[in-house]
Each structure stands twice: as C-alpha cells, then as structure tokens.
C-alpha cells in the first residue's frame, strides 16, 4: 500500500506571500495532522483534521490554516509568510478505532527569502 | 504543561557497541508514548507505541521499554544504518491526537 504523499516536495516563497501544501493520507486513514519541524527540534503540532472536521489546533498564529477535503487528502495554508516559517512541513495519517499511531509522509521542505 | 526531554543530543558508537537513549516526559495522563526513526530530509518512519509502565516492544536490534516517569530505546549491537535521529513523543489523553515532541537523540554508528 502507498504510504503518505505529501506535495510538492520543496518550496522556496518571498516574505509576505502565501503558500498552500498538500497531503494524501494512507488508503483507508481518515484522520491528518500536519506539524512543523524546524532544523535541530522535534515536530510541532499544528493542526488535527477528522472527517473533514477540525479537531484539535496547537500554538500556532491564525496565518496557519487547514482543510480536509471528502476524499480525507488535506491541504495547509500558511499566509503572510515570515522567515521564520522555514521548516519542513509534514502530514501524518491515523487508522481509525484504538490505533493511536500515526504514519508520516516524506515533508515538504520550505524556504522562505 | 507537558514536556518530554531526550538524552542525549547526540551519540557515537562503534559497530556492535551497544547503549540506551533516554525520554523523560510529564504529561497528565498518558494515552501513548511513540518512538520514531527519522532519517536527514526524510519524514519519521514508526517503530513502536507503548501504552502503560512495564510494557517492551523488540524490532530487530531495538527494544522500547517504559516507566511512569520514562522511556529508554536500547540498541543492541547496532550496525552503521541505525544512524539516525530518534525521536520520542507523547499522546495525552486530553490532547485529541496530537503528538508532543521531544528534539531528538543523533545517533551516529561508524564501522
């Protein structure tokens, strides 16, 4: 089975502007999340989407926003863009039920000038 | 708040050399503790879910072990491709299923 695909792979953006990333989960997982990494640290936690709804939301500035679309592939949407938005972006699926884990894609890489 | 604190940032072993990263985390009430692998540029692979103080989990040359306080990956006899950076995260139970973070051990294993 494919795993999580994740475009476009890298991204360059001028501050100010705006950028969308996309995300399709496993065949099956109806739940995305998407986090931000920063070189040097752990994953972020930036947004939780479930069945097209948003469920949970983690620190992050109202420029940052998401949906999930009926086929449960989703997208990231990041405005104004700062430098400090450099990070690489990574989406992770989830089964549904008991199983808590969760399956990430290979990232988009953005740079921000 | 919750916290998770791995230990140490970086590590280098020889071929066969065997050692144990550690994640100390806080949190109120624990649903899971994950480990991850994740390789330079590439998103984090799973490797295992811990659920409650006592439990282990093997794959290959790793082993997962948790208490109430913390978490050690022991790797035992490791080979140049487990270099890598392991991360350690922590699910709340209160938290939907958002996964908290620590920075991560850079293991770095030369022949």
């Known amino acids: 089975d494919a795993g999580v695909t994740q475009s476009p792979t890298h991204l360059i953006k001028t501050r100010g502007q705006q950028v969308t990333l996309r995300c399709s989960p496993i065949?099956?997982?109806?739940?995305v999340s998407w986090y931000q990494q920063v070189l040097g640290q752990g994953p972020q936690f930036i947004f939780q989407?479930?069945?097209?709804?948003?469920?949970g939301r983690g620190n992050f500035p109202d420029r940052f926003s998401a949906r999930q679309f009926p086929n449960y592939s989703s997208e990231l949407n990041v405005n104004a863009l700062l430098l400090g938005d450099s990070a690489l972006y990574l989406c992770?699926?989830?089964?549904?039920?008991?199983?808590?884990?969760?399956?990430f894609g290979p990232g988009t890489r953005l740079t921000v000038t | 708040e919750d916290q998770v604190t791995q230990s140490p940032e970086a590590l280098r072993l020889q071929e066969g050399e065997s050692s144990s990263l550690n994640c100390s985390y806080t949190?109120?009430?624990?649903?899971?503790l994950f480990w991850y692998r994740q390789d330079p540029g590439k998103g984090p692979e799973f490797l295992f879910t811990?659920?409650?103080a006592g439990e282990e989990k093997e794959k290959e040359r790793l082993k997962a072990t948790l208490t109430k306080k913390e978490s050690f990956l022991h790797i035992t006899a490791p080979k140049p491709e487990d270099s890598a950076t392991y991360l350690c995260a922590v699910q709340a139970a209160d938290s939907g299923y958002a996964l908290n973070f620590g920075k991560g051990t850079s293991l770095l294993v030369t022949p």
């Open positions: 949190v109120s009430g624990l649903r899971g």
């Open positions: 989407y479930y069945e097209k709804e948003e469920r």
């Open positions: 992770a699926s989830k089964r549904t039920g008991e199983s808590y884990e969760q399956y």
């Open positions: 811990l659920y409650s």
């Open positions: 065949s099956g997982h109806k739940s």
